[in-house]
């Protein structure tokens, strides 16, 4: 299998304005650019790496290497073109603690379906992370976020583009926004009472496409770097 890493961004974006680099996924950790960690992770878990993001030499290397693309549904796109499989694994390249243990531990586990989106409970992130702060969302089976890993299948996903493309278009229009998921699944997530498989057969409907979520026991897959606080947290300077 193939993996598609996300490492495109803004020169302006906070993070890699502070470093002065192309996006935030080549900031300096550890004494090597950020995206490094999810390559490494990914090569050592036997997949071959199609990256999207400015250039810069990287290693491991990447199977292919693709252009910013100026936006995070154009890069996938592109991703999707290069790839050769019809199953592919999506990450973004800011995770600074991916392994190849939980890449292998998502493949593995990973339900049949054309879109998987890999969810972590907040007990597992503040067992090895205490004190990092993630956004968290309530429903019936706990408190999850959203992971940095997906697996989808290219020509399923293809086809759900234009309605993602509509709902981020619609993001800043919350009426809007509420009629195309529907009102009533929409007060339940803020309510905290929609159950997971729930919101599986919803997020299906919408997108024409069986979808699942996959809770995960890997807390580094829920980790990734967004904000100066999340540097400071790991005492980079």
């Known amino acids: 299998m193939e993996a598609i890493v996300l490492a495109g961004g803004s020169p302006e974006d906070p993070l890699a304005r502070r470093f002065g680099v192309a996006s935030k996924a080549l900031l300096p950790y550890r004494g090597r650019p950020l ?13 071959e790496v199609v990256l999207v993001g400015p250039p810069a030499p990287l290693c491991p290397s990447p199977k292919a290497h693709l252009a910013d693309q100026g936006g995070l549904l154009a890069n996938l796109e592109a991703g999707l073109q290069a790839a050769q499989g019809e199953r592919v694994l999506v990450s ?4 600074p603690f991916l392994s190849a243990e939980a ?4 493949l593995q586990n990973a ?4 879109f998987v989106y890999t969810i972590v409970a907040r007990s597992t ?3 090895r992370f205490p004190g990092m702060r993630r956004t968290y969302a309530r429903v019936r089976e706990g408190v999850f976020t959203g992971g940095n890993i997906a697996l989808l299948d290219k020509s399923l996903f293809r086809r759900a583009l234009p309605l993602i493309q509509r709902a981020l278009a619609l993001r800043k229009r919350p009426l809007a926004l509420a009629r195309m998921v529907g009102l009533g699944t929409l007060v339940r997530v803020l309510l905290g009472q929609a159950g997971i498989p729930e919101l599986e057969r919803r ?10 979520a996959l809770p995960t026991p890997y807390a580094e897959v ?6 100066e606080e999340d540097l400071r947290w790991l005492g980079v300077d």
């Open 92 to 95: 973004t390249g800011d995770m």
């Open 111 to 114: 339900p049949e379906a054309g």
């Open 125 to 127: 992130i503040e067992a």
């Open 103 to 106: 890449v292998r531990w998502v």
């Open 35 to 47: 995206v490094e960690q999810t390559l490494q992770a990914l090569h050592r878990a036997g997949l």
């Open 203 to 212: 997020v299906s409907q919408i997108l024409g496409l069986p979808a699942r």
């Open 222 to 227: 829920g980790v990734d770097l967004d904000r």
